[in-house]
């Protein structure tokens, strides 16, 4: 299934997230010094488009890091395991430092929340998230839309033989 949408209206694309965050040091703050995992980030949004446009990155990185981490698409579901509610949580590797469209599974529910895990390795994150406002077809949509109005275009000649 390819998505038909516009990616290059800028009034289409509206910012829905954004964060920097530092890692917590076990000492005094010197390049030795342990530091505690950026815990997992979660949107406070609630979001309802599948397509968004993601970029992170970290000011602190060394030349050969490539990925920033993963997010994840949370949508509740109506199980409970452990006594906690469960959640769907597609997930897609982030690159670090580029934006990069995500198109996360449409799978009819009205609305998801998004998370962010950076790596362990990452002692600085920066993060903005963008959702897409336009229309999001399928090729196979526009299709079935332009034979239907083919086919009304015929009926309505065929009617106006009778």
């Given at each position: 299934?390819?998505?038909?949408?516009n990616l290059n209206d800028p009034n289409l694309w509206i910012p829905v997230?954004?964060?920097?965050?530092?890692?917590?040091?076990?000492?005094?703050?010197?390049?030795?010094?342990?530091?505690?995992r950026i815990p997992k980030q979660n949107c406070p949004t609630?979001?309802?488009?599948?397509?968004?446009?993601?970029?992170a990155?970290?000011?602190?990185?060394?030349?050969?890091?490539?990925?920033?981490?993963?997010?994840?698409?949370?949508?509740?579901?109506?199980l409970t395991v452990g006594g906690q509610?469960?959640?769907?949580?597609?997930?897609?590797?982030?690159?670090?430092?580029?934006?990069?469209?995500v198109s996360f599974l449409d799978v009819g529910v009205a609305d998801f929340s998004i998370s962010f895990l950076c790596h362990r390795w990452h002692r600085q994150v920066q993060l903005v998230a963008w959702e897409y406002?336009?229309?999001?077809?399928?090729?196979?949509?526009?299709?079935?839309?332009?034979?239907?109005?083919?086919?009304?275009s015929v009926e309505q000649k065929i009617d106006s033989l009778l």
């Open positions: 299934m390819t998505l038909v949408i997230w954004e964060f920097d965050v530092v890692a917590e040091t076990l000492g005094s703050g010197g390049e030795g010094d342990s530091y505690i609630i979001l309802d488009s599948s397509v968004l446009a993601i970029y990155n970290n000011p602190l990185a060394k030349p050969g890091w490539f990925s920033a981490g993963f997010l994840s698409q949370n949508i509740r579901l109506p509610p469960t959640s769907y949580g597609a997930s897609r590797r982030i690159v670090l430092g580029k934006t990069q469209i406002q336009g229309s999001i077809s399928t090729q196979e949509l526009a299709a079935i839309a332009s034979l239907s109005q083919q086919v009304s």
